[in-house]
């Protein structure tokens, strides 16, 4: 059975002989940015965008690298395994490079390290909508930042796990700002609401689409911090992200959102971000 490609400094290779130097400073300090795209039969979905935010977040991080390769790589990381007819994923991580351990940038010329790989998007979420539960945002100052230093959202994640619900809504001084993995929006009396992009939250690119749906299916928007109790009063809560589109959350802390069903407002942006990766937005570069 042949192997998993991937992506590594320039090379295609199985994945078994990726190897990186354990001085690398993604691997030590977590000092790397990453970004997952999703493709439906070899197109991408808003690939300008997730292009846009990794140099964003190069940038932030001053780590001198561009994402040009993307587009190339990972059309090819999806026909060598098999993946260019099928909906799926490709996440690409470049990190500050190796070095010996120090915490100050490594000396100029220090090329970074550049890691890709493609798989299928995951099953969709059930159709009934799902749990959540809150937990303390824990996360560093600049969350709109796409790093790899997840770990807050990692024990996040594994609390919702282990109260057998499918996300974390993440907490900070009475605000709910978003998910583990996702962006956070309410519905109250037809106007469509979600914390504004901001230090605070990942301006997340199916964050902006969804909110483009909203605006196309006459839905008043606004976008300020929600309080986590607020959420309880709602007409429908719900998700969005890259491998979710949106997903309705139908209880939260053990209290059902809107008689504890998925509510319209979701489903129907879900829809039109469906039909938009299926249609003539996909795979457009500007």
Known sequence: MRGVLVYLNGRFLPREEAKISPEDRGFLFADAIYEVVRFAAGRPYRLAEHLMRMRDGLTALRIAA???????????????NGLDKEDALVYAQISRGAAPRAHAFPPPGTPP??????????????????????????????????????????????????????????????????????????????????????????????????????AGLGLAIEERPLAADELFSCDEVFLASTTLWTYS??????????????????????????????GARVGLVT
Do not use: H
């Open 66 to 80: 561009e994402p040009q390769f993307f587009p190339v790589v990972a059309a090819r990381l999806l026909a060598e």
């Open 113 to 214: 390290t550049v890691y890709a790989f493609a798989r299928l998007t995951d099953p969709p979420p059930a159709p009934e909508g799902g749990r959540a539960i809150f937990a303390n945002d824990e996360r560093w100052g600049r969350c709109d930042v796409k790093t790899v230093m997840l770990l807050p959202n990692v024990l996040a994640s594994q609390m919702a796990r282990e109260a057998n619900a499918s996300e974390a809504i993440l907490v900070r001084d009475g605000i709910a700002w978003e998910g583990t993995k996702a962006n956070l929006f309410a519905v109250t009396g037809g106007v469509l609401r979600t914390a504004p992009k901001g230090p605070r939250i990942l301006p997340g690119v199916t964050r902006a689409a969804a909110l483009e749906a909203a």
């Open 249 to 278: 959350l139908v209880e939260i802390e053990g209290r059902p959102i809107a008689g504890g069903r998925p509510g319209p407002i979701a489903a129907r942006i879900r829809e039109t971000l469906q039909k938009e990766f299926r």
